[in-house]
């Protein structure tokens, strides 16, 4: 054992880590069942009968949970259970169909019921001039339908405005309030109230371009009368 405290103490002092086989040494290895436990700044090493086996005690890392969890699913968020899936299918089609009540035939009278449930004010005098005002504002159709069932039954609402289609979007998805986009025609109700709940820039930049055509029909037909 003298001669093993010489090793360590030498590597010690010159600062140079040291092998495993400089620390079994012939004392060690012919004494059987002989253990030595020596610290080291990196944990201890225990070393074990006339082998060079060895493992490491109190080991910082050896010893931390691995608190990680993998994900479980698309964005790190749960994954559905069928059961939860089928609800959510379910509740999409049901929202297809009430809206579908709630529209009608899809004619000019059925526009302006649309925007007196938003609460948009104006004479409305053809579907165009509906489109383009229910375009300018962001509402969820879930609170729309919601509305409207309010003022059937003789109550007073109106669904809430979001300032940006950002807004709408974390709303729609927190409350899991999202219509089913599939066979959406623009031209349509649902096409000029819905908007993109996955990804809001889309609409943004949308709304950027169709200001910019207007700026330049503007433009144009200015030039046009003073010509």
Known sequence: ???LCAILFRSLHQRR????????????TRTVGLSATIPLAFGHWQY???TAQGHRLNSTKANQPNDKKKPTGKGNKPKLTREEKKE?????EKVVREFNEFIGRRKLEDWKKLCETIGLDGEFNSINSCREAIEAVHVNIYD????DATNQAGGKARPQRFQTPYELSEYSKRMDKI???EDIIRSEPEGALLKHIANPRLDEEWQRE???KMRRK????????GN
């Open 210 to 212: 169709k200001e910019e």
């Open 48 to 50: 074990v009968g006339n």
């Open 179 to 181: 219509y089913p986009r």
């Open 218 to 225: 503007k433009e144009m037909l200015k030039r046009e009368r």
């Open 144 to 147: 729309v339908l919601d509305a």
């Open 17 to 28: 880590p040291f092998g495993l086989d400089r620390l079994v040494t012939a004392e060690v």
């Open 88 to 92: 959510r299918k379910e509740k999409r």
């Open 1 to 3: 054992m003298k001669s």
